[in-house]
């Protein structure tokens, strides 16, 4: 009777631990999708920053070129 009453209790927790790892493992999923879309939008983003960047440092020599020649 004892045995059967553990093997009935492992069974509950075998049951319950592997509802958690397919849990578990289904979140994994969707956070690694998330990383990865927040990797892509991070990479949009440092290509929009070097573009402005460029933009900055075009804008600040032409405005030189304007001082330069209105001295």
């Known amino acids: 009777m004892q045995r059967q009453l553990g093997q009935q209790l492992e069974g509950v927790d075998a049951l319950a631990l592997h509802a958690r790892v397919q849990e578990l493992t289904s979140e994994k999923q969707v956070l690694g999708t998330q990383l990865q879309e927040v990797r892509c939008e991070r990479d949009a983003l440092a290509r929009q920053l070097e573009e402005t960047e460029e933009d900055l ?14 001295n």
């Open 57 to 70: 440092i075009a804008a600040r020599a032409s405005l030189r070129r304007m001082i330069r020649n209105e």
